[in-house]
């Protein structure tokens, strides 16, 4: 019986201290497992810092190659690498005085930081890389005839908001917005566009009380039906509709120029063209509609101008051919197909005049 008592008393001592033991050995081992996953995810961390950089690398080398840069991705927060993982990069661009940026579709030149944070789990990881640009066009402000130093007018198309813009059209000259702006595939944009700009010189429209036409002398009223322009400038306290099928012709007005400027609204209904030679500026208190198949004669397409400026939206419907600029304080909508062309000679020839209502420094008007 002491022997079995012995045995017991043996076998307890010996299962205390094994539990003493594995006490002592599981904080380590709990430890251990930690280190080797936090490991793992600050490794997984670093590789996705490093594929943001990469993504970034890849995008300031597009204009080289001739394609466009589409900078949307860094404004949608944490990208993830693989769905549903929660391993994600989030990529910020800087310039040389550290403040971040978007970066135009082509860079300027000069040196950018572009930093990376690759997150799995709660664990980050930060890479840099600079990058140097040289020969970058971007964003440029010139001085305009009429219309003073206004960035605006030095682009193919600017929208104080958003910009889309559908498939298959060819755009030669530069975009910009102060919004996201969407380029649908297969359409060409030789200057490349950038959002989010951030311009302020926008095209003003002075609040002054009621719609004085005595303001607007040099002109005359306007009509829907109204299609050959022999004066310079033309005017209308409420909106405008030009009906389908017609021509705008301004080449009998002074050297081939005319302004149209109206209270309202505009509308260019469908198959509407414009004459060979005529150079037309249509100006909107509110919203500019252009409608299908616009300006479509082949041998007009090159000889011909229009310019449209808004202080609401620009919306422009599908197959439309257009020499000139777009201007909106608000958004703008260009449908598939459009072919446009910005010349630089033929927005400074035009002159902003009595009535016009913009300036690079505006005076109070009776326009509202």
Same mark, same amino acid.
């Given at each position: 019986?002491?022997?079995?008592?012995?045995?017991?008393?043996?076998?307890?001592?010996?299962?205390?201290?094994?539990?003493?033991?594995?006490?002592?050995?599981? *904080?380590?081992?709990?430890?251990?497992?930690?280190?080797?996953?936090?490991?793992?995810?600050?490794?997984?961390?670093?590789?996705?810092?490093?594929?943001?950089?990469?993504?970034?690398?890849?995008?300031?080398?597009?204009?080289?190659?001739?394609? #466009?840069?589409?900078?949307?991705?860094?404004?949608?927060?944490?990208?993830?690498?693989?769905?549903?993982?929660?391993?994600?990069?989030?990529?910020?661009?800087?310039?040389?005085?550290?403040? *971040?940026?978007?970066?135009?579709?082509? *860079?300027i030149?000069?040196?950018?930081?572009?930093?990376?944070?690759g997150?799995i789990?709660?664990?980050?990881?930060?890479?840099? =890389?600079?990058?140097?640009?040289? /020969?970058?066009? /971007?964003?440029?402000? /010139?001085?305009?005839?009429?219309?003073?130093?206004?960035?605006? $007018?030095?682009?193919?198309? $600017?929208?104080?908001?958003?910009?889309t =813009? !559908?498939?298959?059209?060819?755009?030669?000259?530069?975009?910009?917005?102060? !919004? *996201?702006? =969407?380029?649908?595939?297969?359409?060409? #944009?030789?200057?490349?566009?950038?959002?989010?700009?951030?311009?302020?010189?926008?095209?003003?429209?002075?609040?002054?009380g009621? $719609?004085?036409?005595?303001?607007?002398?040099?002109?005359?009223?306007?009509?829907?039906?109204?299609?050959?322009?022999?004066?310079?400038l033309?005017?209308?306290?409420?909106?405008?509709?030009?009906?389908?099928?017609?021509?705008?012709?301004?080449?009998?007005?002074?050297?081939?120029?005319?302004?149209?400027?109206?209270?309202?609204?505009?509308?260019?209904?469908q198959?509407?063209?414009?004459?060979?030679?005529?150079? #037309?500026?249509?100006?909107?208190? !509110?919203?500019?509609?252009?409608?299908?198949? $616009?300006?479509?004669?082949?041998?007009?397409?090159?000889?011909?101008?229009?310019?449209?400026?808004?202080? /609401?939206?620009?919306?422009?419907?599908?197959?439309?051919?257009?020499?000139?600029?777009?201007?909106?304080?608000?958004?703008?909508?260009?449908?598939?197909?459009?072919?446009?062309?910005?010349?630089?000679?033929?927005i400074?020839?035009?002159?902003?005049?009595?009535?016009?209502?913009?300036?690079?420094?505006?005076?109070?008007?009776?326009?509202?």
């Amino acid at each position: 019986m002491n022997q079995k008592g012995s045995t017991a008393v043996l076998a307890i001592g010996v299962m205390m201290l094994l539990g003493i033991i594995i006490a002592g050995i599981l *904080p380590m081992v709990t430890n251990e497992i930690n280190m080797t996953k936090l490991n793992s995810d600050a490794i997984e961390a670093q590789f996705a810092a490093e594929a943001g950089l990469r993504r970034a690398i890849v995008d300031f080398l597009k204009p080289a190659s001739g394609e #466009i840069i589409d900078w949307s991705w860094l404004d949608e927060g944490p990208q993830e690498l693989t769905h549903p993982s929660s391993k994600t990069y989030t990529v910020t661009i800087y310039d040389e005085n550290n403040n *971040p940026i978007r970066p135009a579709s082509t *860079p300027i030149s000069g040196k950018y930081k572009v930093e990376s944070v690759g997150n799995i789990n709660g664990v980050a990881r930060t890479s840099t =890389v600079t990058v140097t640009v040289t /020969g970058g066009s /971007g964003p440029i402000v /010139g001085e305009l005839n009429g219309f003073g130093a206004t960035a605006p $007018f030095t682009k193919t198309v $600017f929208a104080g908001g958003a910009m889309t =813009v !559908g498939q298959n059209g060819s755009i030669t000259g530069t975009l910009t917005s102060n !919004g *996201p702006t =969407v380029v649908s595939q297969h359409t060409t #944009i030789s200057g490349g566009y950038t959002q989010n700009a951030g311009i302020t010189d926008l095209p003003n429209f002075n609040a002054g009380g009621a $719609f004085n036409s005595s303001n607007y002398t040099s002109g005359a009223a306007i009509s829907n039906n109204t299609t050959t322009f022999n004066q310079s400038l033309y005017y209308t306290s409420g909106s405008v509709s030009f009906y389908q099928n017609v021509t705008l012709d301004s080449s009998a007005a002074s050297n081939g120029m005319t302004i149209i400027y109206a209270k309202g609204n505009v509308n260019i209904n469908q198959n509407t063209n414009l004459a060979d030679g005529s150079k #037309i500026m249509i100006i909107a208190g !509110g919203v500019i509609t252009v409608d299908q198949n $616009f300006n479509t004669k082949v041998e007009n397409i090159n000889n011909s101008t229009l310019i449209l400026v808004a202080q /609401g939206t620009i919306s422009v419907s599908q197959n439309a051919h257009i020499n000139g600029a777009v201007v909106a304080n608000g958004s703008i909508s260009i449908a598939q197909n459009m072919e446009m062309h910005y010349d630089p000679a033929i927005i400074s020839s035009f002159s902003a005049g009595s009535g016009v209502g913009y300036s690079a420094n505006p005076t109070p008007t009776t326009w509202n």
